[in-house]
């Protein structure tokens, strides 16, 4: 069983080290500490972010700052990490304990309105584990009372509720990075908010009472030095690029470890509500039921432990059994559930979930061996869901779905279908005309392929030149043929800093979504940042005056701003999809995509869309060999719902050969490891070779168009022959 250490880094790690080194700035006046307040608003969906030594303290700052003080009440959940209590104590106040719910472990809102007194002037609502408190409950009731809300979101990096990151949620966010958090530096912390005067405060209180932009010994009101380093901040930047990607592991192995004990009598996991789209699970939490598992919390503890699964048997006591707060210096409500989760709750470590599948399926069964008597009789071969990966939907990732929803049975077998992309016939890339969408379909229909992917602009599928009486003419012909047009393509580009451009493409994307529906498809392939093609007057395109232009509109703005604008446009069209039941496949493809499907994963998991999957091109990952694809298309699982091949093709003495697209093999397998049921789309969208002066033309597309059919028939049937296992 490997299970990864914790903390990890990597080369990333070593070069903002040595970058922080060479600067000649190593405190907490560093650019690579506003660098890293920038980075981590942005990923917070936060106006600003502050700084400061730990955890502990940015709640201080928090408390501070929205001027709770002596004599003041403050609720806490009775079930917490002692710093939500103890920041309440050190800036004067009294925390007020209150029980947790049942199964979220997250502050019981009814309980927190019955502890509301005239004293009482803010409400700490921590996001244990990851899963975030119920706000749609406790933001209306501070409103009510005007009391100040604040996130307690140590353990809740990434995790999102209704669409919105934690720390974004309330008036102020408090996050960690102490060794075991998910993003870390071995201590640190951040205060998110954006309310621009109460984070100008929150930092006045960090920086010794200066004043932003103020001069180094003005000092304007009472603070201390809570500021963290430069050195700091270049780990905590390497590991935010990680995490989205960690989260989406994680998220994975989570919904498997569910899934597989989803049928142990006794044991019951946290819930999540339906309103949280993301979760960091910082930990993997469950309760057990000693009656019906026939066994305790400490014996299922003991057991587990002993095959070497890291399990942590819950608190000692509530916060308020700590020796700190049994004399007094608190209110301690009626806290029921807390006391019993004492006796009865457990978690696993985040660094469970961050290893491969036969790791998670291994810590799965000892978990069943943990809970022996009280597991109900299973399928005695215990088939795994799918021979390589297991990925569901963003919304049943973040577990919003109840236990028995988790329940899947064995992967089909795959049904991997050939298809043609109507681009390769558009004109640009060739010499000569392009060709009609009725000629591409008998083309298709020549060289053996399935299907077609129509291109969403002209001359082949712009909207205002497809009426629904045409797509229904247009889908009669390939059907005749023995053919479906399975997808239509976008041109799309959300990333654009002016919100007209944005909004006219949401547009263009919404008719896009008619016309797929119209055509009887149900996949439109989307991208988050597309330059475009440039015609160029002497016939032929150019990528070279697209990118140059959409370089120099994004001049200026960084890349988690781009992100956000796209992350909201795709948010949106995904809604839109929904209504015209179609799934969104997000193109692996640069600009803004610059970390492959990493960043595809990153994209879905932020949307959080039943209706947005993943359109997959291993030849867009320029960093991966053919293991890595394989790999990649694990993990990318049952997100796939498109792929496309190209590069180019002749046929030699000892078969086909291929020209630029070298990891097909490799992509087939992972298919055929997750039992991919879809399409492999053919494009040949690239600039071709000039042969006595003049691009190639129609005959050339011709024959790669024939002879990719051919190559792929041919992958298809040797992967077929090998065995189940695949390797």
């Known amino acids: 069983m490997q299970i990864p250490n914790w903390p990890v880094s990597t080369d990333r790690e070593l070069e903002l080290l040595r970058e922080v080194l060479e600067s000649g700035r190593w405190g907490g006046h560093s650019d690579f500490v506003k660098r890293l307040e920038r980075e981590f608003a942005a990923f917070t969906h936060c106006a600003h972010a502050v700084s400061a030594m730990n955890g502990t303290v940015t709640l201080e700052m928090a408390l501070c700052a929205a001027d709770v003080g002596s004599g003041d009440e403050v609720i806490v959940p009775a079930i917490s990490f002692v710093s939500t209590a103890m920041a309440v104590s050190r800036v004067g106040a009294v925390p007020v304990f209150v029980d947790i719910e049942t199964l979220s472990f997250n502050m019981d809102p009814e309980r927190a309105a019955a502890a509301i007194t005239p004293r009482t002037k803010a409400i700490i609502a921590v996001h244990f584990g990851g899963a975030i408190a119920d706000l749609d409950r406790l933001a209306p009731l501070a409103a009510e009372h005007g009391l100040a809300l604040i996130e307690d979101a140590a353990h809740a990096h990434g995790s999102e509720w209704g669409g919105r990151r934690a720390g974004s949620l309330a008036l102020a966010g408090s996050f960690s990075f102490q060794n075991s958090k998910v993003m870390t530096a071995g201590e640190g912390g951040m205060l998110t908010a954006s309310d621009a005067a109460f984070a100008e405060r929150a930092w ?34 390497a590991q935010l690029e990680r995490l989205p990607e960690q989260i989406c592991r994680r998220t994975r192995n989570a919904v498997l470890l569910r899934t597989e004990l989803a049928d142990v009598t006794g044991l019951a996991f946290q819930a999540v509500p339906p309103q949280q789209n993301a979760n960091s699970w910082y930990l993997l939490l469950g309760r057990i039921d000693a009656q019906r598992l026939g066994r305790t919390r400490d014996d299922f503890h003991r057991a587990l432990t002993a095959q070497g699964v890291p399990c942590a048997p819950f608190y000692p006591h509530p916060l308020y059994g700590n020796p700190l707060y049994r004399e007094g210096g608190c209110r301690v409500e009626p806290c029921p559930v807390a006391e019993a989760c004492i006796s009865d709750a457990f978690w696993l470590p985040h660094r469970a979930l961050l290893g491969d599948e036969q790791t998670t399926r291994e810590i799965a069964d000892a978990i069943i061996k943990a809970c022996e008597r009280g597991v109900r009789m299973m399928n005695n071969d215990r088939s795994p869901i799918s021979r390589r990966g297991f990925v569901q939907t963003a919304a049943l990732a973040a577990g919003t779905l109840a236990a028995a929803d988790l329940t899947r049975a064995a992967a089909p077998a795959a049904d991997v279908k050939i298809g043609l992309y109507s681009i390769t016939y558009g004109g640009v890339w060739y010499r000569g005309d392009a060709l009609t969408v009725e000629q591409v379909v008998e083309r298709a229909h020549k060289f ?216 097909a093999m490799a992509e087939m397998l992972g298919l055929f ?55």
């Open 448 to 663: 053996g392929y399935q299907g077609v992917e129509i291109d969403g602009k002209r001359p082949h599928g712009n909207p205002l030149d497809m009426p629904r009486a045409r797509c229904r003419e247009l889908r009669r012909m390939a059907a005749d043929r023995g053919l479906e047009i399975y997808a239509v393509a976008a041109n799309n580009d959300f990333s654009s800093p002016i919100p007209e451009h944005r909004e006219s493409q949401l547009v263009y994307t919404r008719e896009l979504m008619r016309m797929t529906g119209d055509l009887g498809a149900n996949v439109l392939r989307v991208f988050l940042g597309w330059p475009g093609v440039t015609l160029l007057p002497e016939g032929g395109g150019s990528y070279d005056f697209a990118k140059a232009v959409w370089k120099d509109e994004h001049h200026g703005f960084s890349a988690e701003q781009t992100w956000a604008w796209c992350r909201a446009s795709l948010t949106e069209a995904a809604r839109l999809a929904g209504d015209f039941g179609v799934t969104l496949a997000l193109q692996n493809h640069p600009p803004v995509i610059d970390k492959g499907y990493v960043d595809c994963l990153r994209m879905v998991n932020e949307v959080g869309s039943p209706h947005l999957k993943i359109c997959f091109d291993a030849r867009l990952e320029h960093t991966l060999d053919e293991a890595g694809v394989r790999k990649a298309v694990n993990e990318v699982g049952s997100l796939q719902t498109l792929w496309h091949y190209g590069g180019e093709y002749d046929r030699g003495p000892d078969g086909i050969t291929v020209k630029g697209d070298e990891k």
């Open 673 to 727: 490891d997750i039992g991919y049921r879809g399409y492999a789309g053919f494009e040949l969208c690239h600039p071709l070779p000039v042969v006595n002066g003049q691009t190639v033309g129609l005959d050339f597309v011709d024959k790669n168009a024939q002879l990719a059919a051919e190559y792929m028939r041919g992958i298809l049937a040797e992967v077929k022959k090998l065995p189940a296992s695949r390797g």
């Open 204 to 237: 006045s209180i960090m920086d010794q009472g200066r004043k932003p932009g103020g001069g180094w010994f003005h000092h304007y009101a009472l603070g201390s030095n809570y500021r963290i380093t430069g050195l700091q901040a270049a780990v905590l930047l």
